[in-house]
């Protein structure tokens, strides 16, 4: 599976921005797409993700801030962020994961960056 990242930007807080990653090839194996960050001196971590059932699930810092969404047809998946804050600064990976052949797997997309101006 390849993922292609794109979206990413300089924006106002308070802004929004929508990301989207791409996916190409053996799709049938995923089960799980998502969005992860990592700000300077920091750990990536997970922001988002979403099944191919549609569960998602957020980190408490973006619940209710970001929106992620999936379309099958696209083989796309989105992530909408409104109400940016500064402290979103980071760059902003695509996930995803899944079962190949019996084995696990996960893959990950360019980042793409995102900057929140104070």
């Known amino acids: 599976v390849q993922l292609q990242a794109s979206g990413g930007g300089l924006v106002q807080a308070g802004e929004s921005l929508r990301l989207s990653c791409a996916a190409s090839g053996s799709l049938s194996s995923i089960n799980r797409m998502g969005w992860y960050r990592q700000a300077p001196g920091k750990q990536r971590e997970l922001v988002a993700d979403?099944?191919?059932?549609?569960?998602?699930n957020y980190a408490d810092s973006v619940k209710g801030r970001f929106t992620i969404s999936g379309d099958s047809a696209k083989n796309t998946v989105y992530m909408q962020m409104n109400s940016l804050k500064p402290e979103d600064t980071a760059v902003y990976y695509c996930n995803a994961q899944g079962v190949w052949f019996r084995q696990r797997y996960e893959n990950w997309g360019q980042g793409t960056l995102v900057t929140v101006s104070s």
């Open positions: 979403i099944t191919t059932t549609g569960s998602t």
